[in-house]
């Protein structure tokens, strides 16, 4: 790709002074050399120009030949200066300067509102990205911020992965991503794009099949690069001259008639003298249109077959679309501890020390509890909330804890397992965990983690003893800093999807969506909440049981998310379009390959579940 480069127009004084002159149509240029240092027979011969004759001097010679001389003349790009003639260069032959190192127009009062306290100038990103990068490669930011990058990647057609520590920082990007509307821009390797393309270049439009691929690029606006060379070697320029000649030299001959005159086609005034008599004010109308059509339609075609500069900021939009963001993902790392090593690998503190480490781990579990005691256990809806009435430390191996809670004016017990500060709960854990509480007599077993392997999903009984896996806030890391008030949802139990597999036409299949499987304080039993609690759920149709791949989406929930996104993207949505995702039944689809499908679900909470299906 090219050097960036801007427009010219934005210092009209700096035109005015590089192009000091305006020629009959109001165009500024400057006088060029029209020879060359060094001449041979084809060059050193002489020209008669408005009657007047030209050659270079000594050993220098003109840039082009006789032909091409020839249609300088006809395209009007000679001037007589002193005893020779030069080259007219126009302000719009390449009305562009190379972008500089320092950046005056990224400074104060250029910048967007932020939403961030370090948030980057939106322009200073798309100015790199645009120089450094073609559509469709990845770009990285490893310091997420607001998502700024992210955003002008998504605007520019690149594909972006952007990293933070922050969980604030995470929010605001997505939602500022989700939010944000983008131009619809023409794409090169499209139906629309061979049209636009032909129109700019004057040429037939191309034939060949189209596949919608973005690393071909937009169609963009370009500025025309004319060299001496570009008019010397263009053919049109004579025919264009012979076809307006055939007006211009009837006009031409009625006017001298009429005003007694034998003016050539150079010394044809440009405005009309008051005196002259009306025929002659309307020949010499009628002349100067004709030339100023002539000289129109030579520009065109001197533009059109001259070299271009692309201007990569400029693509052509289709104003009759608007594009939102592509798919994307927000993963997220298991909890991970950070440890010094010295230059030979080995530890650097006290981690080793066993008693310093037992009672960093019995800090934390007492934070937890302290913290779980008073937020307690909240599930989807506000009215399945466990408050326990008292949360005292037990003497187990993995039980640490003993919960009691009302149940329908009874009081039941549940031991409660506390998972690594660092690290994922595993399905084993829960069996010895669940193990351990049966033994002891619990009515319930609540594991509080971070995260849970995705073996442990589909864990939710062992015996009569029934296991909630509530995740934990990741604001509990913040440990002593963190203010609790109660009022945060700090442990959330979040079931698996409740879905029925469906045949279809044509050995195809469907999923439909009943709702989330969650525990019921009130009774003590699993049972399917309705599909109002789902803002939106996933499908990937064929599961490699490695990554999830969305191949199928759908939002569902109580409130109105048509009427939501109309808000947002400020424009009318296609309705019928929209109903199709807005549904707890998916499109039929092919068996899966890899025999399993995985489906994704997310609640109005932000939390999210995923469960793998067999299907044969």
Same mark, same amino acid.
């Given at each position: ?5 801007? &427009? &010219? ?60 001389? =020839? ?7 000679? !001037? ?94 997505? %939602? ?22 032909? $129109?700019? *270049?004057?040429?037939?439009?191309? !034939? ?29 320029? +004579? ?24 003016? =050539? ?12 008599? =009306? ?17 129109? $339609?030579?520009?065109?075609?001197? *533009? ?5 500069? /692309? ?24 909890? #991970? ?21 037992? !009672?960093?781990?019995? @800090? ?20 399945? #909330? ?18 009691? /809670? ?25 069996? !010895? ?41 990741? @604001? ?33 299949? $469907? ?5 989330? +499987? ?41 409130? @109105?998310?048509?009427? *939501? ?13 929209? $109903? ?17 499908? %995985? ?16 299907? *044969?």
């Amino acid at each position: 790709m090219g050097v960036l480069q801007s &427009l &010219l127009k934005d210092d009209p004084n700096q035109i005015e002074t590089e192009y000091p002159n305006l020629d009959s149509l109001g165009r500024r240029y400057q006088l060029g050399d029209l020879t060359s240092r060094t001449g041979g027979i084809t060059t050193q011969f002489a020209i008669e120009f408005q009657s007047e004759k030209y050659k270079p001097s000594g050993n220098r010679g003109w840039r082009t030949n006789e032909k091409g001389i =020839e249609k300088l003349i006809k395209s009007n790009r000679i !001037e007589a200066s002193g005893n020779m003639i030069r080259f007219k260069r126009f302000f719009e032959d390449n009305p562009l300067i190379t972008i500089q190192n320092v950046w005056y127009d990224t400074g104060l009062g250029f910048g967007q509102t932020k939403i961030y306290v370090v948030q980057t100038n939106e322009k200073v990103i798309e100015r790199c990205i645009l120089m450094a990068s073609d559509t469709g490669d990845l770009v990285i930011d490893p310091t997420c911020g607001s998502g700024t990058t992210a955003c002008v990647a998504e605007q520019w057609g690149r594909r972006w992965i952007t990293i933070d520590t922050s969980r604030v920082s995470l929010a605001l990007a997505r %939602a500022r991503i989700m939010g944000a509307r983008f131009p619809y821009y023409i794409l090169a390797d499209s139906r629309n794009g061979q049209l636009k393309e032909a $129109e700019l *270049s004057r040429k037939v439009p191309s !034939e060949s099949p189209t596949y919608g691929n973005i690393r071909q690029g937009f169609v963009y606006e370009r500025v025309p690069h004319i060299m001496l060379k570009s008019i010397a070697n263009n053919a049109e320029i +004579d025919v264009i001259w012979e076809k307006f000649q055939e007006m211009l030299e009837p006009l031409r001959a009625k006017l001298n008639n009429t005003l007694d005159k034998d003016w =050539e086609e150079w010394e044809i005034p440009r405005e009309v003298n008051e005196n002259w008599p =009306e025929d002659a004010k309307k020949l010499h109308a009628e002349w100067w249109k004709e030339r100023i059509a002539r000289q129109k $339609e030579m520009d065109a075609s001197i *533009s059109a077959n001259s070299d271009f500069e /692309y201007l990569y900021d400029k693509p052509y939009e289709d104003k009759s679309k608007v594009r939102v963001a592509g798919p994307f993902t927000v993963e997220s790392l298991s909890p #991970h501890h950070v440890y010094n090593l010295d230059e030979n690998d080995e530890l650097i503190g006290n981690t080793s020390d066993d008693v310093d480490k037992y !009672e960093d781990e019995r @800090d934390f579990v007492q934070i937890i509890l302290e913290n779980l005691k008073i937020s307690g256990v909240q599930q989807a809806h506000k009215e399945d #909330h466990i408050a326990f009435t008292a949360l005292t430390p037990w003497p187990g191996d993995l039980i640490c804890a003993e919960g009691h /809670y009302e149940e329908s004016s009874k009081e039941k017990r549940a031991g409660i397992f506390i998972g690594p500060e660092f690290g994922t709960v595993s399905r084993p854990d829960l069996v !010895e965990a669940t193990r351990e509480a049966a033994d002891a007599g619990f009515d319930v077993l609540i594991a509080c983690a971070f995260n849970y392997d995705a073996h442990s999903s589909e864990f939710n009984k062992l015996g009569r003893i029934p296991i909630l896996k509530a995740r934990m806030n990741a @604001d509990l890391h913040m440990a002593d800093d963190l203010k609790n008030t109660g009022k945060g949802n700090l442990f959330v139990i979040f079931g698996e999807p409740d879905i029925d597999i469906m045949d279809a036409p044509n050995n195809q299949i $469907e999923v439909k969506v009943n709702g989330v +499987d969650v525990f019921d304080p009130g009774t003590g039993e699993v049972r399917s909440d309705n599909a109002d609690g789902i803002a939106c759920w996933f499908i990937d149709t064929n599961y490699n049981e490695e990554s999830f791949f969305v191949r199928q989406a759908y939002f569902l929930g109580a409130n @109105d998310p048509y009427k *939501s996104l109309k808000t947002t993207l400020k424009a009318e949505i296609n309705k019928e379009a929209w $109903e199709t995702l807005y549904s707890d039944t998916s499109r039929p689809f092919d068996m899966p390959e890899t025999g399993r499908i %995985a489906v994704k679900v997310i609640n109005h909470l932000g939390d999210e579940v995923m469960k793998v299906f067999r299907v *044969s």
